[in-house]
């Protein structure tokens, strides 16, 4: 059993959002064979440490709050003079630093685990331990160069990509190994800093034996979308949808129902018939095994959708854009539908609200690709054995 200081940038409980699922589920699986203390910012003001669900997992939990990154302040401002990226500069905490400092003195640890750029920018604190840095996630920082529409753009987002580029290198020599979320983001991460050799891809999953105990009946002309808008993917794709192709979905299935679910953050969307949006759900599980057709028109972001892969593992068909699977092992007209233009779309959802047997022999390849590849029950001894290696470096 190794003593392991785990670092997060989002407070695990209740996890309802991808990355706070990520967390908490690598919390599981390491409480099973060690010792884990957790020191995570969050965002809320009134959430403290004393959370049942954690303290079943961590021998310590230590909460501190997080401070977002705002582009106008001073301190991003001054950003643009540093070699370090303007987002780390303005999110810097002297209280984490601090706390992380004080935890390894009081403590001997094995290993240290640091969560997405936010935790690992405080590398030089960790005091020479063996440290993994788990998903970095570049995609998004090059979409916005290798997408750029005006030379303006990409030489803004270029000279970003240029500065994450090197300080990526300086922090990954605080760092023995490396996780990523899909074979895309280790390419990237390769891109970025070519010496660096010790990469696992460590996809996103899902528990499928939670899925497994849910048994609804999934009822016709039926459509679902999860996920909050706080996360401005998700507003993006509802919006293009609602737009853009729910109408010509509407005129072929006039009693077509639309639910979508999580904060939608008081955002606008354009004004359609026959949705329902339903706010948080504690459990989306029920609302989507009983849906027709889960979609997935996403066009922006990185990582992976575990949204696609809970439909799938409750075998409720996916039409996705290219973008929307991106990282996952699914191909179209096998496991989902995949659609990149309105009338595509539209004819993709068509095909599954009219065609019975193509609808049930993609959810039964797609719960067949959950299971052989994005269960945790089926990753997580790839993690641990990782955690193992690097501790014992």
């Not at 439909?311 to 991106?326: D, F, W």
């Amino acid at each position: 059993m190794s003593r392991i200081l785990f670092l997060s940038r989002w407070f695990p409980y209740p996890p309802d959002n991808g990355s706070k699922i990520r967390i908490y589920n690598l919390l599981r699986g390491l409480a099973q064979e060690h010792e884990v203390t957790l020191l995570s910012f969050t965002d809320e003001p009134d959430v403290g440490p004393d959370v049942p669900a954690l303290r079943a997992l961590c021998r310590d939990v230590q909460v501190m709050p997080g401070k977002p990154f705002e582009p106008q302040s001073q301190r991003a401002r001054l950003g643009f003079l540093s070699l370090t990226p303007r987002s780390v500069v303005d999110t810097f905490s002297p209280e984490m630093e601090h706390r992380i400092e004080q935890t390894l003195s009081t403590r001997d640890y094995d290993l240290v685990i640091a969560s997405e750029f936010a935790t690992a920018s405080y590398g030089r604190s960790l005091r020479g331990l063996p440290a993994l840095f788990e998903d970095p996630e570049l995609g998004v920082l090059y979409e916005q160069f290798a997408h750029a529409t005006s030379a303006w753009r990409r030489f803004r987002y270029g000279m970003t990509w240029v500065k994450q580029r090197h300080y990526l290198a300086r922090l990954l020599r605080y760092f023995r190994a490396c996780t990523v979320v899909s074979e895309r983001e280790r390419r990237l991460l390769f891109l970025a800093v070519p010496n660096y050799q010790p990469i696992e891809v460590i996809p996103n999953c899902i528990n499928l034996a939670d899925c497994d105990g849910v048994h609804e009946v999934a009822q016709v002309n039926t459509m679902i979308f999860t996920g909050s808008f706080r996360y401005f993917a998700n507003h993006d794709a509802m919006t293009w949808f609602l737009r853009e192709v729910y109408s010509r979905i509407q005129a072929q299935v006039p009693d077509i129902h639309l639910t979508i679910t999580g904060d939608h953050a008081n955002l606008p969307l354009p004004e359609a018939e026959n949705v329902t949006l339903t706010g948080f759900v504690d459990d989306v599980r029920p609302l989507i095994a009983s849906c027709w057709i889960s979609v997935v028109p996403i066009w922006r972001g990185g990582g992976t959708r575990l949204k696609i892969l809970e439909a799938m593992a409750l075998r409720t068909p996916v039409v996705s854009t290219s973008k929307g699977v991106e990282g996952l092992d699914a191909q179209h007209n096998d496991h989902l539908l995949i659609a990149d233009t309105p009338q595509a779309f539209t004819e993709a959802v068509i095909r599954l609200l009219k065609e019975p047997g193509l609808r049930q022999r993609l959810a039964d390849n797609a719960y067949q690709l959950v299971r052989e590849k994005y269960d945790w029950a089926v990753v997580m001894p790839r993690f641990l054995n990782l955690v193992e290696r690097v501790a014992r470096a």
